[in-house]
């Protein structure tokens, strides 16, 4: 720990260190580990027990009047009504734990009368220790750190979340992903939010957007984003988004490029980008080509929305020539010599 960075935050990483440790050795017998599921594709082990069980045992034996709200227990540990609440995920990507996908994090973050003000995401397999403190900057192992400095968005990698619970939308994340793909240098989706986040904020990647977050998803790394310079929000670009179950972060200039794409999938779209958003997911619905719809609607069809950025020009402004039509080929049958021991099967 250092004596330069806030007490309540050096709580906090002592917390994590000790969780990840956990981690890293069931870590070494992966196949051992006990897995439930509470939901379809949605898992938890005794891992992720113990890591939160040893994190709220350090946080309150420090700060026995603060609150608690935690991905496995909820807020039955702690204060109820204190206005410090630490907000736990203690094993963000466990089904690429249990499957010794080594992406996956410790995420902690103290709220105070409502807003973030320290965070930490520590990765215990790389032991990458992200850290921030509000208004004092985001720091990887002690280290500041920035958002890119990319502003074009073919030049950009983004990561995302793909859908995997029951109602989830499968057919928008489709219409998202047809908008986005041909449009950025790659659309990644390693599984750990909190760590997605954390590369917003270390430049790693220029964005992150995913719907279906919980509150100990997104804590942690939102304060890391803001620190290094980034932007935040739902994604028609409004503020308060821990609550709302939907979230884009990124560079300034690519956030910015982000916004009108995805807006019009927002649930808080208005009725007119509802239903241009409704006109998206039909045109690239593989289930609708699988019937015989129109061919012309692949997935990378062309955007409904302009980028709001340069495309590249031919030199002069000249419109691009058009392909020169392939030349037919011309088939030529080819005559066979007859074979001079005909005939013959014993020759």
Sequence with gaps: ??????????????AARAAGAIINRAALDVEAVRVSQKQVNDFVTEVDHAAEA?????????YPGHGILAEESGSEHGARDSEYV???????????FIHGFPVYCVSIALSVRGKIEQAVVYDPTRNDLFTASRGRGAYLNERRIRVSKRIRLPESLISTG??????DNFKQYLAIMADLMPRAAGLRRPGAAALDLAYVAAGYTEAFFETGLNIWDAAAGSLLVTEAGGL?????????????????????????????????YSK?????????ATERIRSVDPSRRAAGADDSADIYARST???????????????????????????TRVKRAPESNEGNPGA
């Design 86 to 96: 630490w907000i736990i995920d203690p094993l963000d990507g466990t089904t690429n």
């Design 162 to 167: 793909f859908p995997f619970r029951t109602g």
């Design 232 to 264: 935040i929000s739902n994604f028609t670009g409004e503020g308060e988004f821990l609550d709302q179950r939907e979230l884009l972060a990124g560079t300034p200039r690519i956030y910015g490029q982000l916004v009108p794409i995805l807006s019009k």
């Design 268 to 276: 808080f779209a208005g009725v007119d980008d509802k239903l241009a």
């Design 305 to 331: 929305v302009g980028l709001g950025t340069e495309e590249a020009e031919p030199e002069g402004g000249a419109e691009a020539p058009a392909p020169a039509p392939a030349a037919p080929r011309k088939l």
């Design 54 to 62: 040893i994190i709220i045992e350090t946080l309150l034996t420090a």
């Design 1 to 14: 720990m250092s004596s330069n960075l806030h007490p309540m935050l050096n709580v906090a990483i002592k």
